[in-house]
């Protein structure tokens, strides 16, 4: 077979820095996903090894990873999400009766802002985890 053709089936590689994926501690992995991927719209990969995907869509992956012999330190995960599903989204916190902030302090529940034109809101995840969603990337000088 000749050598181009063996490559043929391969990924393109990507020619800029790319997040891929990154782990994401969690008392119970699999409630951490389960309930991040409804918030979002979105499911719950198969196990691979000790992690728990949850896809985003845009090539990265969240994988849940049970930390059980030390406290879960709190982390900020950022999504950016298209407009027209935000108001679903915190429709399904509200269900579940999660409290949404409009600020990342947490000062003004049940609060969305309205930053860059587009709108936010920041929540907590089953291990404390501080995520929001948006529907407009933050502008960078």
Not at 5 to 20: A, F, G
Not at 61 to 71: A, F, G, V
């Amino acid at each position: 077979m000749p050598h181009v053709q063996q490559h043929q089936h391969e990924p393109e590689l990507p020619s800029t820095v790319q997040l891929n994926h990154t782990a994401v501690y969690a008392t119970d992995r699999q409630l951490s996903a389960e309930f991040i991927a409804a918030i979002l719209g979105l499911k719950v990969g198969a196990p691979f090894g000790p992690f728990l995907p949850v896809d985003l869509g845009n090539g990265v992956t969240l994988d849940y990873y049970e930390k059980r012999d030390e406290p879960v330190q709190p982390q900020h995960y950022a999504f950016l999400v298209p407009d027209k599903q935000f108001d679903t989204m915190i429709a399904r916190l509200e269900t579940v009766g999660v409290i949404y902030y409009a600020d990342p302090n947490h000062t003004e529940p049940g609060h969305i802002n309205r930053l860059f034109g587009g709108r936010g809101a920041y929540f907590e995840d089953p291990d404390g985890h501080n995520m929001e969603i948006m529907t407009r990337p933050y502008a960078r000088p």
